[in-house]
C-alpha cells in the first residue's frame, strides 16, 4: 500500500513503460509522488508540489487537483500531468528513472511474491 501525503486523494497512476519498479502518482493537492521501488518500497522518490501558472497566480485558486499523468511514448524522459483548470505541465525526469536497470523485473517479481505472503 502506498499513501503519498497527509490528507491526499490519489487521482491517478501511471507506471513507467521503460522502468518496471517506477510508477507516479498525482493527487488532489497537484503533487506528484514519483516512486523508484529500488530506491524505496515505501516512500516516494522524489516530490513534485503543484505551482500554480503565472496567470492563476493570487486568484485565490484553492483547487489544483492532478488528474491525469502520462509518460511520453517517443522520448522517455519526459512526463506530462493534466490539471484541474485544463491545463498541463511538462516535466523532464531524472536520466535515472527513464533507464532500464539491470534485473529490474526480477526484482519487481520477488517484490510482488513476498507482498503475496502477507
Not at 485565490?60 to 522517455?76: C, E, H, L, M, W
Not at 531524472?94 to 533507464?99: A, D, H, K, P, W
Not at 529490474?104 to 511474491?113: A, D, G, N, P
Request: hydrophobic share 30%; charged share 25%.
Amino acid at each position: 500500500m502506498f499513501e503519498p501525503g497527509y490528507n491526499e486523494y490519489v487521482m491517478s497512476v501511471c507506471w513507467s513503460p521503460y522502468r518496471p519498479c517506477v510508477f507516479i502518482a498525482v493527487s488532489n493537492t497537484g503533487s506528484v509522488y514519483i516512486y523508484d521501488l529500488l530506491m524505496s518500497q515505501q516512500t516516494p522518490s522524489y516530490i513534485l508540489e503543484y505551482k500554480a501558472p503565472p496567470h492563476r497566480v493570487g486568484r485565490g485558486d484553492q483547487n489544483k487537483t492532478a488528474y491525469s499523468i502520462s509518460f511520453n511514448p517517443v522520448i522517455r524522459d519526459f512526463i506530462a500531468i493534466g490539471y484541474h483548470d485544463g491545463t498541463s505541465k511538462i516535466f523532464q525526469l531524472n536520466y535515472g528513472l527513464s533507464r532500464k536497470k539491470k534485473d529490474e523485473e526480477k526484482l519487481l517479481k520477488s517484490l510482488m511474491e513476498e507482498k503475496d505472503q502477507f
